[in-house]
Nanobody
Framework: QVQLVESGGGLVQAGDSLRLSCAAS????????MGWFRQAPGKEREFVAA????????YYADSVKGRFTISRDNAKNTLYLQMNSLKPEDTAVYYC????????????????????WGQGTQVTVSS
């Protein structure tokens, strides 16, 4: 079991940066694949980024590639999402998630790969 708490959201202008954090409880954080998803009003929750258990591999949605960076500090049980060059279309509630997805890394892109979810943090980007 792991509990996840996101922080770092807020209201920013287009072009600004934000860093989201996800603090995890439990002693097995380093064993989990960790992901970030987001959900805009009226839309499905969508994949943003994922990190392998070691942090050695990262995966991104095409819409954020080159602007967002996922990282993790296993010693601090914390996942991060550095978001640069923010756009109004990045406005959403951002969720972190943890899981033990089997199979290939392609599964990391899907909500079904994750067993635990945080409550989310709101990111609003004004134009």
């Amino acid at each position: 079991q792991v509990q996840l708490v996101e922080s770092g959201g807020g209201l920013v202008q287009a072009g600004d940066s934000l860093r989201l954090s996800c603090a995890a409880s439990g002693r097995t954080f380093s064993s989990y694949v960790m992901g970030w998803f987001r959900q805009a009003p009226g839309k499905e929750r969508e994949f943003v980024a994922a990190s392998s258990w070691s942090g050695g591999s990262a995966y991104y949605a095409d819409s954020v590639k080159g602007r967002f960076t996922i990282s993790r500090d296993n010693a601090k049980n914390t996942l991060y999402l550095q978001m640069n060059s923010l756009k109004p279309e990045d406005t959403a509630v951002y969720y972190c998630a943890a899981g033990f997805p089997g199979g290939s890394s392609r599964s990391y892109y899907y909500r079904s790969a994750y067993d635990y979810w945080g409550q989310g943090t709101q990111v609003t980007v004004s134009s």
